[in-house]
């Protein structure tokens, strides 16, 4: 039995623009490259300064060396432009590279920090959590806070920088004016805030019919052979169609609030501009203001809006920074429900012989229900549904237990917590008499061989599937398929061990898969080893070479098998019939079916398949 899937509410919340403990917390990763951030932060404040060289120059053209003509400052103010105009260059490649390449180095940080974090979380978080969910924390929400670094925080304090700048240079040359010019600036305040308020709600709007994409291409391609099976194409196709068009509808209405916002800040730009030349005409007429710094005005209004247009973009940037920053905190946050030890036992030697215990163990999947139990809320109101309830028994060295039981009756369950994927609510496991939970997990994991029924084989070459838990030679790979007849099928391959196998081994057979998950449990040679439904899917003739090369395997091992086929457990020392959570019956094959019990009628339901196992055992 496995744990429910929880679906999770959807990422549709946007926190506030600025958190100062998120910035804090984010900014801790620039602090490996900080000599990227100052190089760039010095690169925009020499941009924004020399912003203000060309309007300068033009007003001692116009109004120094044109009355005079006196082309040699003409040709001096050029020369100057020309090198502002390099420097200009120099500076705003110099600070996109940096910036660039500070993002760059915090995506592929953060990146790494949550996938080492995604694989210490226990097991229930990815039952509440779908894949396409976490894919989207580490690709799209990494991808937004990279756009942070590359043109937002930087990039604002250079903004800001130009501001300064240029609002100094107009109130030295002319505050009147400078006034005058900043009569639209409570405009284009409203018209941004509009703006940002606009683009705020399409941007969650697009998150959201994004992250619904993700889910929904997630499970349609791992299900694709169901979906084809059925005829589902057109099906599925329309239902994409309605999430796509949602998504096109959500940028379609940002593209609006873009397309309206520029003209509107080109409009006020415009008027500002008006303001000025009517402000200036009259004061040139009473020879109060030179021709030349009114024209400098106009060159340096006409800059000036365009870093107040971009702050209103980078606030947009620095909110949804903030909200993709939060929900990756916050998986980053998220402390595994089965804690790891640090400290070793050695308690338990991987070369020698286990003994497992379950000691009056309970357990329980729906883990909201219990803490409401604990908290008081009465059973009748938060049942809790048991998967196990008290069981108790004893695998030992050498010997070989089977669970058997209808579907759900909690026979994989019991292998999932001894592999610590989850921790019981009530009771113990012990590996020679030390708590599991007492163990470091990988431990408690080497010292197990797990052959599962929904075989997992990672796109990548047979041998390296082969060794997945150890640093094997060639040779022991080899060995290791021998032993389970796997090597003859796997040289029949064109490249042989090197074979490159498809995304789960879908390029082989279901049976063929099963055979290199039997040589990987081998190969890790470890002194527990737990099988479930491990011959599920092997036709007759592999499953006698399985069954051979698995009385070599279990020799001197403690063995747990999972099995709905009694005919492959017959031979096991203990049998455990599982019903509802409970041991209903335990004993070997004989004395059980000569307790005319569960067991003894599933075993008769099964008699078809297994007469002439029966009548070897009888």
Known sequence: MTAPATQTPEDDVLGKAYDSKLMGRLLIYTRPYRAL?????????VEGGVQVVGP??????IDVAVPARDMHVVAACTAFLFLALVAEFVTSYGQTWLTSLLGQRVMRDLRMEIFEHLQRLSVSFFDRNPAGRLITRVTSDVETLNELFTSGVVSGLGDLFTLVA?????????????????????????????FRKGVRDTYRDIRVRLARINSFLQERLTGMRIVQLFGQEKREAQRFDELNRSHLDANLKSITIYALYFPAIELLTSIALAILIVAGTSRVHANLLSVGT????LQLVRRFFQPLQDLSEKYNILQTAMASSERIFTLLDTVPSVPDRAEPTEAVKKSEGVEVAFEDVWFAYDIAHLAKQKSGVPPEIAPVEWVLKGVSFIARPGETLALVGHTGAGKTTIVNLLMRFYDPQRGR???NGVDIRAMPLDELRSLIGYVQQDIFLFAGDIATNIRLSNPLSDEDVVKAAAKVGADRIIRGFPQGYGQVLGERGASISVGERQLLSFARAIAANAPL??????????????EAEIHAALGVLVSGRTTIAVAHRLSTIANANMILVLHHGEVAERGTHRELLERGGLYNTLWRLQAGDSEPLLKRAG
């Open 37 to 45: 951030m100052y190089g760039a932060l010095a690169l925009l404040c």
């Open 56 to 61: 300068l120059l033009t007003r001692r053209v």
């Open 166 to 194: 240029i609002s100094v240079a107009m109130l030295i040359m002319d505050w009147r004016l400078a006034l005058a010019s900043f009569a639209v600036i409570p405009f284009v305040v409203m018209v941004s805030g509009l």
């Open 529 to 542: 080893l737990l099988l479930d439904e491990a011959t599920s899917a092997v036709d007759s003739e592999i």
């Open 294 to 297: 009114v024209a400098a005005f």
């Open 429 to 431: 496991i012990t590996i």
